[in-house]
């Protein structure tokens, strides 16, 4: 069965940086595209960023992250990677890792890992 497990949250100073990661099973991991969501408390659940699946590798970023965030796969590891540079106290959230598959399609969600930015 799909399995998406998230890692590397924390708690940083404003201007620091994390890595995400996102490992994958239960699919042929490289033909699908993988997005990173995150949900602040309070708020609605945003998509930050999406990498495509097989061949490519293209890159969708929200218009607040953009040439902050960097998301990258690796098909051999089946994960996918989300580093996070001059982090604000506003990208405090939890973020998940999601993959959408099957017909009719369904997206799966891992359980999400802490993201925390405070002085």
């Known amino acids: 069965q799909v399995q998406l497990v998230e890692s590397g949250g924390g708690l940083v100073q404003p201007g620091g940086s994390l890595r995400l990661s996102c490992a994958a099973s239960?699919?042929?991991?490289?033909?699908?595209?993988i997005s990173w969501y995150r949900q602040a408390p309070g708020k609605e659940r945003e998509v930050v960023a999406s990498?495509?699946?097989?061949?490519?590798?293209?890159?969708n970023y929200k218009d607040s992250v953009k040439g902050r965030f960097t998301i990258s796969r690796d098909n051999a590891k089946n994960t996918v990677y989300l580093q996070m540079n001059s982090l604000k106290p506003e990208d405090t959230a939890m973020y998940y890792c999601?993959?959408?598959?099957?017909?009719?399609?369904?997206?799966?969600w891992g359980k999400g890992t802490l993201v925390t930015v405070s002085s």
């Open positions: 990498i495509s699946g097989a061949a490519g590798g293209r890159t």
């Open positions: 239960g699919f042929t991991f490289s033909l699908y595209a």
């Open positions: 999601t993959v959408s598959r099957g017909v009719p399609s369904v997206t799966y």
